[in-house]
């Protein structure tokens, strides 16, 4: 078996994979990288048993067939290749192995393979119905991961729920102290709710946010499946959904600011530095036209004062975690409405340019 490829196409393709196929396993096999040559060219595939992922490379092939080769050190050796072409001769694989001769430009070099005989089938539902824009997905997924929890007691907030409906996509992410949420208007044909694992969710904006054209969505029994122009991503799925988020989002409040997005996030950043190390707090004073904010820790204190518009109570101070704001505005590329309930409720975060984004941050007790 016999492949040529440009080194530019091989290396963009195994970037993708790269990520997925582990460099240590309890199950060894899986730090190999399955290699499949046939009459369409070239065929990458991995996966760490929570994600499936297949690549399709156009490429010059003689032959067909199936081989493993050690991951890590294929990958090296691609991103090093001082040539713009990549040549690989594939020996007959037995069960004893065989082996691929590689080279570019002056450069040979020559990798043990492997039989692919043992290694998991990898498990991708057929095409769906259900098609959109491929980073559209990405960036609904972007603009919520951030409040996904990290903690293992979490159990269904450490993920991101997808919902679909005829309305269109919603993303959203909880730790339970703050909310995500973010809708993209689009006809859909199916009603469905599941929640991605955050790792997982990563994985999916990392591989198709620089898509161009649309990618299809099949949901199974505990899985997802994307399929690409060039690549299928199959991820597993974590049992049950989000509570009824929406309980907690306020519908009425008692003030409204708005207000710089990048200047309030700036100046947050800036008073943050003093602020108690174990909660971050930092007060927001608001009045009519000013919002003065202020954080107290063990090394001093921090104080700043921006302008604002505002319209409801004349004055009311409200105390945050500060980084929770902070990665509640980091989506926001324009202005930012803060829209407040009271000093202990809930508080609601919109982007003035896309109302598609809302985000809840739950104040911290005075």
């Not at 269904?156 to 997808?162: K, N």
């Not at 049950?240 to 600011?257: K, W």
């Not at 202020?294 to 945050?320: H, K, N, T, W």
Request: net charge negative; proline share 6%; hydrophobic share 40%.
């Amino acid at each position: 078996m016999e492949v040529r490829i440009p080194k530019r196409t091989l290396a963009e393709g195994l970037g993708i994979l790269e990520r997925v196929i582990p460099s240590r396993s309890s199950n060894p096999i899986l730090t190999y990288l399955p290699i499949e040559l046939g009459n369409k060219g070239l065929v990458i595939k991995g996966t760490n048993g929570e994600i499936d992922l297949e690549v399709h490379l156009p490429a010059e092939t003689q032959g067909e067939g199936h081989v493993l080769v050690p991951a890590q050190p294929f990958f090296q050796i691609v991103r090093s290749l001082p040539g713009e072409l990549v040549e690989m001769v594939i020996k007959n694989v037995s069960s004893t192995g065989g082996g691929m001769e590689l080279s570019s430009a002056n450069f040979r070099t020559q990798l043990s393979t492997a039989n692919p005989e043992g290694y998991p089938e990898l498990s991708f539902l057929s095409q769906s119905e259900e098609r959109l824009p491929a980073a559209k997905l990405a960036q609904a997924i972007t603009q919520v991961r951030y409040a996904a929890s990290t903690e293992e007691y979490r159990a269904i907030f450490r993920g991101v729920q997808l919902e679909l409906s005829p309305k269109g996509l919603r993303a959203v992410a909880s730790d339970g102290f703050r909310l995500s949420r973010y809708d993209l208007p689009m006809h859909l044909v199916s009603s469905r709710k599941f929640v991605i694992p955050a790792k997982s969710a990563d994985e999916i904006v990392r591989v198709f946010k620089d898509t161009e054209g649309e990618v299809s969505l099949g949901v199974g029994e505990g899985s997802l499946t994307l399929i690409g122009e060039a690549v299928r991503m199959s991820v597993k799925l974590m049992e049950g959904e989000f509570p009824d988020y929406g309980r907690v989002i306020p519908q009425s409040f008692i003030l409204e600011a708005t207000l710089s997005a990048e200047r309030l996030r700036e100046s947050l950043k800036r008073v943050a530095v003093l602020s108690d190390r174990n909660n971050h707090r930092v007060d927001l004073l608001f009045a009519q036209d000013r919002l003065e904010m202020v954080s107290e820790g063990d090394y001093g204190q921090g104080r700043e004062e921006i302008a604002l518009e505002a319209v409801g109570e004349p004055q009311l101070m409200v105390a945050f975690n500060a980084q929770y704001l902070i990665d509640a505005l980091g989506p926001i590329a324009g202005t930012v409405r803060l829209k407040l309930s009271g000093p202990t409720s809930p508080s609601v975060v919109e982007s003035v340019e896309d109302p598609g984004y809302l985000a809840v941050v739950v104040p911290l007790r005075v």
